[in-house]
């Protein structure tokens, strides 16, 4: 309905959009200004503390080091300007740009490209919005990133790294900006200068008076002024001028509303949040009197605005009134009040060291793992900080490992739904300094498989359930069977009306997990014959491993986008772990056990597989491997086929220096993953908690970790202990914070909420849809819901930050007549 971008239009597409068959001629109407910096991740001690710990680069530095021609920290170059920094001979720079097309790299190198410098540093590899085919383009060795977000995060986590962004998110971000020389030979930060400065000086020297007319001349870079930063640019909201058609005769009035609103004091006032600055006065009067040329429907009521009481017009259906709100907004701003009183206290706790716990590995238990260091975290006296990142078993596996010949492992813990390989496992035990480590089951998962097949195409006789064998499984998942209505799909299902000729749709992990090594071991064990027999081999999956799905199946990342897929695509099945897929509401396929009963997961007792195997095989030393420890297809009547273990991976010797304080930190982790509380808490993510006897073997195992000498361990204090519960190396059961206790609150409300929505849902509902530039988004989507709470009527307004391009792209539309997927776009060109 509007787009929007950090760049206008260029005289050629401007010019496109005016001669479609139909004119689609537009307005481009800026409303905020941002400005673009370079940030770093030096640390501030190899800084000189004479220059308050700034790093000084001049535009010829800068520009030798994004064309990758200055690639050291220690660069002469760099040396003279930082007189006094420290940093360690050779230390490289990490450059990191943006991947796809962006209004920041499109300011950020035009301001290289006006250097004019010479030798090295001359810049050769052009100025424009980069991504495929577009300059500059970047020499290699440069780090490509999407988004904003994917370059700050790279910059934070990447030491001696530098990179571009919009300044606000720079800050946002706590990342420490890079000094540079503004027209006038003044030495800043964005944080010093006066960002609106630009956007003045632009509007009395440049500013196109007519913004139906192509605005690509208008620039806020580098002009004068003492404190004016050298790169700004206007965000734009980009609005068709011609919004007299059917289908825009209730959205039409809402795009105009809305920019009325992003326009109006309130809305300005409100850019500040957001690290941008407002428009300049003389820019805003003509903004709003550009509105005023945009065309509705005939049959179109426009929005009002209520800002004070205005008894009855107040309560027209088409008035945004100042005087409605709602209880979510007044509690946001009590937690944000909250909010600056606890960043006070954090900021005396941090000043204390903060012991930190980082582990990575399955996606099975991410819930299960934040849940019990949020509970964890909240018990303890002293600060810490934990982490666990869900990335899959086979990434959490590579990760423990490590990488180089002393195999230093990248977290502090890894987690996985399968042990590791017998080869692995020798591997870590005999590298140079011995890493042997223990595999600590602590759930049960089942894996299954799910469909979106509607339930009126089922069987009523079977209570609309989808049976299939693990033979026709296999037809389907190596694409031997590709439509719903095959014979041996009919005969498992005597009564099923799907459509003839009905696609089987297939989605698969794309990167390597243990749902897919699972499911496909267990297509794998069928025996099949003919078409159906298993030739695609079995394993975790990913680039050159098994199974090597054919053509024609859909791979999406983690169980989630495995889930999504299907529950938005019918006629899809897929595999993912079942807590995961009875989570999301999908319907699951029935499966025979080894005991010849068909049942699904939610009828099986999952915990039986784990019982059997302790019984049977089970290795008793959990520092051995447990490459052959398998809960595959045991018997029993209501035992589940496709079960696993999920694994914690801890080193046995963390006697290390830098892990005096972490060591205790996992293992008193573990301990509470073990404990009767932490099991109880696992069958709330749809999992189930080991026998017995495993976890008594699995506490045992724990007492093996060595730790340094140094070392004080974690008690828990269940019941008062006087005295004891307040050291700082105990977590009390007697500690909580109101942020838990609130959840469980907002919790019962959301209840009662989603019954509301329900009800609100049954009206219609008016849409509004941008999408552009990522700079305005946090300003947009807060626009958004403010709107939407001050409307009496049910509406939904999204705003999806993309790009300045893309925006663009979307506005622009497809085809001869143009027709653009959004409402409005905003870009910064």
């Known amino acids: 309905h509007f787009g929007s971008g950090d760049i206008p239009f260029s005289a050629a597409d401007h010019t496109e959009l005016a001669d479609t068959p139909q004119s689609k001629e537009f307005i481009q109407v800026p409303f905020m200004i941002g400005a673009i910096s370079f940030f770093h991740s030096v640390p501030g001690d190899d800084l000189p503390a004479a220059n308050n710990r700034r790093l000084e680069l001049d535009r010829c530095v800068l520009a030798g080091i994004f064309q990758r021609k200055i690639t050291t920290w220690d660069d002469a170059q760099i040396q003279a300007l930082n007189p006094g920094i420290t940093i360690p001979a050779g230390t490289a720079i990490n450059v990191v740009v943006r991947n796809l097309g962006s209004s920041s790299t499109s300011l950020s190198s035009q301001y290289l490209s006006m250097a004019g410098c010479s030798g090295d540093n001359a810049w050769t590899i052009g100025a424009g919005k980069g991504g495929a085919g577009n300059a500059p383009f970047w020499p290699a060795g440069t780090v490509r990133k999407e988004g904003s977000g994917g370059v700050s995060g790279h910059i934070a986590a990447t030491p001696y790294s530098i990179g571009y962004i919009d300044s606000g998110h720079g800050h946002a971000s706590g990342l420490a900006e890079i000094s540079l020389t503004n027209k006038d030979g003044v030495s800043l930060t964005s944080k010093d200068a006066d960002i609106g400065a630009a956007g003045t000086a632009a509007v009395s020297t440049a500013i196109a008076a007519d913004m139906s007319l192509s605005w690509d001349t208008v620039s806020l870079m580098d002009l004068p002024g003492a404190t004016t930063w050298p790169i700004c640019t206007f965000s734009y909201m980009y609005i068709r001028k011609d919004m007299t058609s059917e289908t825009l005769q209730h959205t039409g009035p809402l795009v105009e509303a809305f920019a009325q609103f992003v326009l109006s004091d309130e809305g300005q006032l409100m850019v500040p949040e957001f690290g941008f600055t407002g428009i300049p006065a003389a820019l805003k009067t003509s903004a709003r009197a550009a509105l005023a040329s945009v065309t509705l429907h005939s049959g179109a009521v426009k929005w009002t605005f209520e800002t004070s ?54 996606t ?99 209570n609309r359930r989808l049976e299939l064998d693990r033979c026709v499984l296999a037809g389907i998942f190596q694409r031997k069977i590709t439509t719903w209505d095959d014979a041996q799909i009919q005969a498992l299902n005597p009564g099923i009306t799907i459509p003839a000729g009905t696609a089987i749709n297939v989605v698969v992990r794309n990167l390597g997990s243990s749902s897919t090594s699972l499911s496909s071991q267990y297509l794998s064990m069928a ?3 003919g078409d159906n027999a298993w030739t695609i081999g079995a394993g975790k999956g990913g680039a050159g491993n098994a199974p090597f799905w054919p053509a024609g199946t859909v791979r999406k990342e983690g169980s989630g986008g495995v889930s999504g897929h299907i529950a938005a695509t019918p006629y899809s099945i897929g595999y993912i772990d079942s807590g995961h897929g009875h989570a999301s509401g999908l319907a699951e396929i029935s499966l025979t056990n080894k005991d010849g009963v068909s049942l699904t997961s939610k009828d099986a007792d999952i ?27 045991l018997p029993g009547a209501t035992t589940w086929p496709i079960c696993t273990f999920s694994y914690m991976y801890i ?48 506490r045992a195992a724990l007492a093996s970790v060595t730790l340094h000498s140094g070392a004080v361990k974690w008690t828990f204090e269940t019941s008062t202990s006087a005295g004891a519960g307040m050291s700082a190396t105990t977590f009390s059961a007697k500690r909580s914070s109101y942020a838990d206790v609130e959840r469980k ?18 009206n219609e509902v008016v849409q509004l849809h941008g ?57 910064d060109i």
């Open 651 to 698: 080193r046995k010797d963390m006697t290390s220096e830098t892990l005096q304080h972490t060591g205790p930190l996992v293992e008193a982790f573990a301990q509470f993953v073990l404990s009767d509380e932490g099991q109880l808490m696992v069958p709330e993510f749809g999992f189930t908690g080991i026998p017995a006897a495993l976890k008594t073997s699995a």
């Open 745 to 762: 609150d907002i919790s019962a409300n959301v209840v009662t909420m989603k019954a509301q929505v329900a009800d609100l849902m049954k």
């Open 364 to 462: 099975n238990p991410k819930r299960f793992f934040w849940k019990t260091m949020d509970i964890l975290e909240e018990r303890a006296m002293v600060p810490m900080t934990m982490t666990y990142r869900a990335v899959g078993s086979s990434t959490g596996q590579h990760e423990f490992k490590g990488d180089g010949p002393a195999r230093v492992p990248f977290n502090h813990f890894g987690s996985g739904d399968i042990p590791f390989s017998a080869a692995d496992h020798t591997e870590l035990a005999d590298t140079p300094q011995s890493k042997e480590f223990i595999q600590v089951p602590f759930m049960i998962g089942a894996i299954s498989f799910f469909h979106s097949v509607p339930g009126d195409d089922l069987p009523a006789a079977n």
């Open 607 to 633: 915990g039986a597989a784990g019982t059997a195997a302790v019984s049977t095989a089970i290795a008793a030393d959990m520092s051995l491997s447990w490459d052959t420890v398998s809960l595959m297809d």
């Open 771 to 827: 999408s552009g530039t990522t700079n305005p988004k946090r300003f947009f989507w807060k626009t958004m819901d403010i709107l939407e709470e001050r409307a009496m009527v049910p509406m939904t307004m999204t705003y999806r930050a993309v790009g300045s391009s893309t925006g663009q792209h979307e506005f622009k539309g497809d085809g001869p007549a143009r027709v653009p997927f959004n409402h409005f776009g905003s870009g």
């Open 527 to 529: 025996g099949c014959s």
């Open 309 to 362: 009481t205005s008894a009855g017009a107040g309560m027209s259906a088409t008035t945004f009134s100042a005087k409605r709100s709602s209880y979510a907004d007044v509690e946001r701003k009590d937690i944000s009040a909250n909010v600056v009183t606890m960043k006070a206290q954090v900021a005396d706790l941090m000043k204390n060291e903060v012991v930190q716990l980082h582990g990575s590995g399955t």
